[in-house]
């Protein structure tokens, strides 16, 4: 066995490569999936673009809140291995679900209702699926062995593959620029993700294996009493809440949630998120079993995860209005080949500058943690923060004083991706080492999955954002103004209907038109002439800051992500202080 040990030192176990490939083929899934999912419902089923966000932020949001029922039942009761398989699964049927959806979209309502239940079934597929194969990379190593980073960075890829071959080949079939096409694009997810499905079945007994040669993820880990020897505390295998504690955290929940959406008016899938991004956490530092060493440890994952609340919200932007940005202002036609780049194509390139530049950071990490220099993880973290805000800067630049309609170089949008790139890599696979090597063992995919909560929470709080992109809205009188100056002379037949109803349904009213909704090329540019001395309407204040064009949008996140960065930079002594020797 000594050997084997070994043998396995010097380069990484082959189930780290099983895990990359089940993942890679799940992230195509959602990737896939997710970046035609704005573009349907603004394109085919015909929704507002604040409607659209709204609904995009609670599907992100609620995907990475139901890890935390899937790290419950795996640590308790069906071990990470059952988890993942009920968990794709239940995506995949989701996924198919959406295809019936993009099938039957002219029939707005039974397109809704067949789209809101196949994201109810991603929702909790992706939970069971989620914190357990992030869990199981951990379980790979033995406690305390250095790879563990250059690991999760590894997965990382994995995930990151299928994040840039999803857009090419759903954007592919589905984003043809004819509505009735969505559906290929999602039936493609759906074929990706039962792909991972059966890799994972065929390879698990034979690679997921500790370094001594147990089974990974059989059992759960609250039970699994051949782990006991890497624990702190021995003694304390199975979570045991008082029911005084379940009570008072319960009785807190109730209260949060009623102020949110009572109160304070959020949404109600907002509300859930955001009350039990407090409550879970604090349900779980209550558990008396905890050491001290145990509970600063944990204390840190809390602290960590509230600032990745703001790195995700803001580069969560991608899915959502940046996408409606790349649509609508960034010039996508390549004249030496004279086509037209799918507004979808552009969500690839974030994964694939992670696919090139990951391997240089496992390279700087493995280089500076030799020489005694590499930074502890919420110092990294930081750097990402302080990255995702200069890319915001950068495209701020880009657009400022950018008329409605105008459209500006795709090298001003894919600058901003390959930037935050270097963000992401600094914080997201780090923060998965980071809770891995944090967490004891019988919570390891609670707190993974608390993790996750910092990412629904995220993903909310980004749709909501989204929904301040600013859409000029034009006075009807103006356009009939101005299509009397274009070669039009008068409006399109029709055109009432065409920028305000879907099947005789109202989606947007006729006194005020969206820009965006404008099609015809002169009529927008005689447009833009017109109104070129006045501003056009769509002021909008979030928290007392006024944003009226694209520069103020994208100067809230600058000020966001950057004020976080500050912040979590001067807490890194404190933090590391608190790991109690882990970096």
């Given at each position: 066995?000594?050997?084997?040990?070994?043998?396995?030192?010097?380069?990484?176990?082959?189930?780290?490569?099983?895990?990359?490939?089940?993942?890679?083929?799940?992230?195509?899934?959602?990737?896939?999936?997710?970046?035609?999912?704005?573009l349907?419902m603004?394109?085919?089923?015909?929704?507002?673009?604040?409607?659209?966000?709204?609904?995009?932020g609670?599907?992100?949001?609620?995907?990475?809140?139901?890890?935390?029922?899937?790290?419950?039942?795996?640590?308790?009761?069906?071990?990470n291995?059952?988890?993942?398989?009920?968990?794709?699964?239940?995506m995949?049927?989701?996924?198919?679900?959406?295809?019936?959806?993009?099938?039957?979209?002219?029939?707005?309502?039974?397109a809704?209702?067949?789209?809101?239940?196949?994201?109810?079934?991603?929702?909790?597929?992706?939970?069971?699926?989620?914190?357990n194969?992030?869990?199981?990379?951990?379980?790979?190593?033995?406690?305390?062995?250095?790879?563990?980073?250059?690991?999760?960075?590894?997965?990382?890829?994995?995930?990151?593959?299928?994040?840039?071959?999803?857009?090419?080949?759903?954007?592919?079939?589905?984003d043809?620029?004819?509505?009735?096409?969505?559906?290929?694009?999602?039936?493609?997810?759906?074929?990706?993700m039962?792909?991972?499905?059966?890799?994972?079945?065929?390879?698990?007994?034979?690679?997921?294996?500790?370094?001594?040669?147990?089974?990974?993820g059989?059992?759960?880990?609250?039970?699994?009493e051949?782990k006991?020897?890497?624990e702190?505390?021995a003694?304390?295998?199975?979570?045991?809440?008082?029911?005084?504690?379940?009570?008072i955290?319960?009785a807190?929940?109730?209260?949060?949630?009623y102020?949110?959406?009572?109160?304070?008016?959020?949404?109600?899938?907002?509300?859930?998120?955001?009350?039990?991004?407090?409550?879970?956490?604090?349900?779980?530092?209550?558990?008396?079993?905890?050491?001290?060493?145990e509970?600063?440890?944990?204390w840190?994952?809390?602290?960590?995860?509230?600032?990745?609340i703001?790195?995700?919200?803001?580069?969560?932007?991608?899915?959502?209005?940046?996408?409606?940005?790349?649509?609508?202002?960034?010039?996508?036609?390549?004249?030496?080949?004279?086509?037209?780049?799918?507004?979808?194509?552009?969500?690839?390139?974030?994964?694939?500058?992670?696919?090139?530049?990951?391997?240089?950071?496992?390279?700087?990490?493995?280089?500076?943690g030799?020489?005694?220099?590499?930074?502890?993880?919420?110092l990294k973290?930081?750097?990402?923060?302080?990255?995702?805000?200069?890319?915001?800067?950068?495209?701020a630049?880009?657009?400022k004083?950018?008329?409605?309609?105008i459209?500006?170089?795709?090298?001003?949008?894919?600058?901003?991706?390959?930037?935050?790139?270097?963000?992401?890599?600094?914080?997201?696979?780090?923060?998965?080492?980071?809770?891995?090597?944090?967490?004891?063992?019988?919570?390891?995919?609670?707190?993974?999955?608390?993790?996750?909560?910092?990412?629904?929470?995220?993903?909310?709080?980004?749709?909501?954002?989204?929904?301040?992109?600013?859409?000029p809205?034009?006075e009807?009188?103006?356009?009939?103004?101005?299509?009397?100056?274009?070669?039009?002379k008068?409006l399109?037949?029709?055109?009432?209907?065409?920028?305000?109803?879907?099947?005789?349904i109202?989606?947007?009213?006729?006194?005020?038109?969206?820009?965006?909704e404008?099609?015809?090329?002169s009529?927008?540019?005689?447009?833009?002439?017109?109104l070129?001395?006045?501003?056009?309407?769509?002021?909008?204040t979030?928290l007392g800051?006024?944003?009226?064009?694209?520069?103020?949008?994208?100067?809230?996140?600058?000020?966001m992500?950057?004020?976080?960065?500050?912040?979590?930079?001067?807490?890194?002594?404190?933090?590391?202080?608190?790991?109690?020797g882990?970096?």
């Open positions: 066995m000594k050997d084997g040990i070994n043998a396995v030192q010097k380069g990484h176990p082959k189930g780290i490569y099983l895990l990359f490939a089940t993942e890679m083929w799940e992230r195509f899934s959602y990737y896939g999936m997710r970046a035609l999912f704005s349907y603004l394109k085919a089923l015909l929704f507002d673009a604040q409607y659209s966000s709204s609904i995009y609670s599907y992100t949001g609620l995907v990475y809140l139901t890890p935390l029922i899937g790290g419950y039942i795996a640590d308790r009761y069906w071990g291995r059952r988890s993942i398989i009920v968990g794709a699964l239940l995949a049927a989701g996924q198919f679900l959406l295809f019936m959806s993009g099938w039957f979209f002219k029939d707005v309502s039974l809704t209702t067949l789209m809101f239940s196949g994201l109810g079934l991603l929702i909790f597929g992706n939970g069971f699926f989620k914190p194969i992030s869990s199981m990379v951990g379980q790979l190593y033995a406690p305390g062995d250095s790879r563990k980073d250059s690991a999760y960075t590894i997965f990382y890829m994995g995930v990151n593959t299928g994040s840039f071959i999803a857009p090419l080949i759903c954007g592919f079939f589905g043809t620029g004819h509505p009735e096409d969505f559906k290929w694009g999602f039936l493609a997810a759906c074929i990706g039962l792909l991972g499905l059966v890799v994972f079945i065929l390879f698990k007994d034979k690679y997921l294996k500790t370094p001594t040669g147990e089974s990974i059989v059992i759960p880990n609250s039970k699994d051949t006991k020897t890497i702190e505390n003694g304390k295998q199975s979570v045991k809440f008082p029911i005084k504690i379940t009570a955290w319960g807190i929940w109730i209260v949060l949630f102020v949110l959406f009572a109160v304070l008016d959020t949404d109600i899938f907002g509300a859930i998120i955001y009350s039990l991004a407090v409550v879970a956490p604090g349900y779980i530092i209550s558990d008396p079993s905890l050491t001290k060493i509970r600063s440890r944990i840190v994952i809390y602290i960590i995860a509230f600032f990745v703001f790195f995700w919200a803001a580069f969560e932007q991608a899915g959502a209005s940046l996408t409606y940005f790349a649509e609508a202002q960034i010039d996508r036609h390549i004249e030496l080949f004279n086509w037209t780049i799918p507004t979808s194509y552009f969500q690839s390139v974030n994964a694939l500058a992670i696919i090139v530049f990951a391997p240089l950071f496992v390279i700087l990490w493995t280089k500076l030799r020489k005694g220099k590499e930074p502890a993880s919420p973290q930081s750097i990402g923060l302080f990255l995702l805000a200069i890319g915001y800067l950068v495209i630049f880009g657009v004083g950018l008329a409605p309609g459209k500006v170089s795709m090298l001003w949008l894919v600058s901003l991706y390959v930037i935050h790139t270097f963000g992401e890599l600094c914080l997201s696979p780090i923060g998965l080492s980071m809770v891995n090597k944090l967490a004891p063992l019988r919570f390891a995919s609670l707190l993974m999955a608390i993790w996750y909560l910092s990412t629904a929470t995220a993903n909310k709080f980004a749709g909501t954002l989204s929904g301040y992109y600013p859409q809205l034009i009807v009188a103006d356009v009939k103004a101005a299509a009397e100056k274009s070669t039009l008068i399109p037949e029709n055109f009432e209907k065409s920028v305000s109803e879907k099947d005789g109202e989606v947007m009213p006729f006194d005020k038109i969206a820009f965006a404008i099609k015809d090329k009529l927008k540019e005689e447009i833009q002439r017109e070129e001395p006045k501003q056009m309407e769509n002021p909008k979030f800051y006024q944003i009226s064009n694209l520069y103020d949008f994208f100067m809230l996140f600058v000020f992500a950057g004020a976080a960065s500050v912040v979590l930079f001067f807490l890194s002594r404190r933090l590391l202080k608190m790991m109690h882990i970096r």
